[in-house]
């Protein structure tokens, strides 16, 4: 049997525990390696701590086989293995920007105990030059270490972790060292023949069961899709990726508020826009805006990093600028038929950043329900996954429900603020006839006007009405 290399994952977030998983299910040994004992622990009895779409599944899986190992040690995993990859995470600075400490610690702590020869992969999202850094420090704790350094930043989406993970679209690898790289890329080439697997015949029912929904087959061959680059490319690759989605979004949610003074819908409006390919229809939908652990991180982040190097961004401030002013402008839409909120009774459909994911970060629709609180409105809400998470930064006074239909039950507006299929494929004519009043606030533009009109709703979208 071929023999594969042991593997270090330090750090189980969704990028970390997500790799981990498809890394020991497509054979190789993995250790997952943590700080956090609760972590760990959860781990150990073979689940997630968090939701994402199979990966419980993979989890189970990984645990069965003992091909993963979830250790608070370093002593135990790092000697062993031959490729470590670091996915701790970089919190918010004040200034957004990213906190670097955890990723120093973690190049600290493994360079204390490996043997020659290990490749250190980044995959945390970090700002261009943090490598060169990482390298130093590396250097300083253990001066004779023979080891490598590879950029390799994570494109996975939250709410769909594991199918991205699988079915890669890319693989963006930054080292001085075209050797490590090529031992960086081998690993990669064990999932996409994973991914084949799973797609194949008789592999169909593993993948139903286990991924949720259909692998696609890449029609570029898997080395087409690996792009070997200078440590510092790598690092800007992922993080003007980024930038530039939240410039689309922006852009889109700018048009949509010309829309709406010009009584254009934003969707044929992007529909036809996006049909051109160079443009492209993806990221190009108007709503509440873009919120997360990525985008408002990483676009901070890079203008913190241009200002540095005095380099204008202006570019970026101001899709920020359009992306904060977004949740007021949900509110001024509310207001064409809500004169005063005080004592209104809302509905917040939603409140993780996005539908798929369990994640509170930066969400536009606690943003929202926050905001309505503030101006007198009775607001309660209700989310299929991220209410737990959502305790934090959600306002006590937001009543939390169980249900569309317990959440909805007299109350003066519902605001549909993120789109998740249950919500939008819900039976609008219950909501209606369960509701006191009739507005309807379609913070993601999901829903059918000419229905929702049918139905008696007083309908507002983000550049559509
Ligand atoms: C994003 C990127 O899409 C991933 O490629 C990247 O790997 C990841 O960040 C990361 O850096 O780790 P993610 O934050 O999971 O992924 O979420 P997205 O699906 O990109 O959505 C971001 C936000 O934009 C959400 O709040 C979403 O509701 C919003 N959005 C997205 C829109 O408002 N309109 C759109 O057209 C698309």
Redesign the pocket.
């Known amino acids: 049997m071929e023999e594969l290399p042991t593997i270090s994952i330090v750090g189980t977030g ?2 970390g525990l997500t790799t981990a998983a498809v890394l020991a299910n497509s054979g190789f040994k993995v250790y997952t390696v943590d700080i956090d004992p609760e972590k760990i622990e959860t781990i150990k009895t073979g689940k997630a701590y968090f939701y994402e779409e199979a990966l419980d599944e993979l989890v189970e899986r990984a645990i069965e086989t003992r091909n993963l190992i979830p250790t608070l040690s370093y002593e135990e995993s790092i000697p062993n293995s031959d490729v470590v990859f670091s996915c701790v995470g970089t919190p918010d600075r004040e200034d957004g920007s990213h906190n670097l400490d955890y990723i120093y610690a973690a190049a600290e702590s493994t360079a204390k105990v490996a043997n020659d020869g290990l490749v250190f992969v980044q995959k945390s ?1 970090v700002p261009v030059g943090t490598g060169r850094q990482v390298i130093k420090r590396i250097k300083n704790v253990r001066e004779d270490l023979q080891f490598e350094y590879v950029s390799n ?9 594991v199918y ?1 993970t699988l079915n890669m679209e890319r693989v963006i690898l930054g080292s001085d060292s075209q050797e490590a790289m090529d031992r960086v890329e081998a690993v990669y080439k064990k999932i996409d023949e994973l991914c084949k697997k799973l797609s194949g015949v008789n592999f169909g029912e593993y993948a139903s069961q286990y991924i949720g929904r259909k692998l696609k087959a890449e029609t570029k061959s898997f080395e087409d899709r690996v792009y070997k680059m200078r440590l510092e490319s790598a690092e800007l690759v ?1 993080v003007s ?2 930038a530039f ?2 410039l ?2 922006s852009f ?2 700018s048009i949509a508020k010309l829309a709406d003074k010009t009584d254009a819908d934003i969707n044929e409006v992007m529909d036809g826009v996006g049909s051109d390919t160079r443009i492209g229809r ?14 408002p991180k ?1 676009v901070s982040g890079l203008i913190s990093v241009a200002n540095d190097r005095e380099v204008g961004m202006s570019i970026m401030e101001a899709a920020v600028d359009v992306n904060d002013s977004m949740v007021k402008y949900g509110v001024e839409k509310l207001s064409r038929h809500i004169k005063d909120f005080s004592g209104k009774k809302i509905v917040i459909l939603g409140l993780a ?3 798929g ?1 369990s ?1 509170v970060r ?3 629709a606690i943003k929202l329900a926050n905001k309505l609180v503030e101006l007198g409105a009775e607001v309660v809400a209700y989310d299929p996954k991220a209410m737990e998470e959502a305790e934090e930064t959600l306002d006590p006074s937001v009543r939390l429900m169980n249900s569309v239909s317990e959440a909805v039950d007299g109350m003066d507006a519902v605001v549909l603020a ?2 998740w299929k249950e919500f939008v494929d819900a039976d609008w004519s219950k909501i209606k006839a369960a509701m006191a009043g009739d507005v309807l606030f379609d913070g ?1 533009n999901k829903l059918d006007i000419d229905e929702m009109m049918e139905l008696g709703f007083r309908y507002e979208g983000v550049g559509r009405r």
Do not use: H
């Open positions: 969704y990028v999202t930043p994570e494109f996975l989406r939250e709410g769909s972790a991205n992922k990726a980024n989605l939240a689309k979004i889109a949610n993806a990221f190009l939908y108007a709503g509440l805006g873009w919120g997360g652990g990525c985008f990483d950043f996005k539908p994911t994640d930066k969400s536009q993120v789109d993601r």
